[in-house]
C-alpha cells in the first residue's frame, strides 16, 4: 500500500559534522512526484520507488561537501593522489535554482547527445564518472574514458549511504595528512 520511505536524513546522519560540512538539499523546491515522473518519461527511463521517494523530499538532491578549511581545495596545475580532489557529492537537482553542473535535465541531456538512455543521478565533486538509471531503473556506473555503464550492487540508498561512507572517509584521511587539514582548525596558542 505504501511506498518505501525517505531514509535521505537517516543516512546523512550517518556522517554528519556541522562544523566540518556543507549541506544544501531541495526542501521547499522538491519535485513533485508529477514533475519526476516527466523528466524520467521524456528521456525513457525507469525510476525506483527508493528513488523517486529521496526525490520528492526535502532531503532530495543534497549537496554535500567537507569545508574548504578542512580540506583545502587544489589549484590548477596542482598533483596529489586521485582520492584528494573528491572532497563533496551531489544528487542531480530537479530545481532550476540549482546551479546549471546539477541540473538533472542538463546532465541528461548531455548523456542523451552522447546516445546514452540514461537518467544521472549522484555524481562524485572532482570525479568525471556519474552514476545513472538505466532504461529498466537499474544503477549503472558510467566510465567517461571508457565510454561504458557497469551495474552498482544495491538500490539507490545503498549507494547513497556506500558513497556518503566513501567521503567521509576521505575526510577522515586528509584531515589526518601530516601538516594537513586537521591542523587548520587547531586554535594557537
Not at 584528494?84 to 530537479?94: I, K, Q
Request: aromatic share 14%.
Amino acid at each position: 500500500m505504501f511506498g518505501p520511505k525517505d531514509r535521505t536524513e537517516e543516512i546523512i546522519n550517518l556522517i554528519w559534522n556541522r562544523d566540518e560540512y556543507t549541506m544544501y538539499a531541495a526542501g521547499n523546491d522538491a519535485p513533485s512526484k508529477k514533475a519526476v515522473m516527466y523528466v524520467a518519461d521524456t528521456y525513457g527511463v525507469k525510476v525506483p520507488k527508493d528513488y523517486m521517494a529521496h526525490a520528492i523530499g526535502p532531503w532530495g538532491s543534497p549537496y554535500l561537501e567537507v569545508k574548504e578549511e578542512f580540506w583545502p581545495r587544489h589549484k590548477a596545475g596542482d598533483a596529489g593522489p586521485f582520492w584528494s580532489f573528491l572532497y563533496g557529492l551531489f544528487v542531480y537537482a530537479y530545481s532550476d535554482k540549482a546551479p546549471e553542473w546539477m541540473q538533472l535535465d542538463v546532465a541528461a541531456k548531455e548523456f542523451k547527445d552522447m546516445g546514452h538512455q540514461v537518467l544521472p543521478i549522484l555524481k562524485i565533486i572532482g570525479d568525471a564518472d556519474v552514476y545513472c538509471f538505466n532504461s529498466e531503473g537499474r544503477i549503472v556506473h558510467w566510465s567517461h574514458e571508457e565510454d561504458i555503464f557497469s551495474p552498482f550492487d544495491g538500490g539507490f540508498f545503498d549507494l547513497l549511504k556506500h558513497e556518503f561512507i566513501e567521503l567521509d572517509e576521505r575526510r577522515k584521511k586528509k584531515k589526518a595528512e601530516p601538516g594537513g587539514a586537521a591542523n587548520a582548525a587547531k586554535p594557537r596558542g
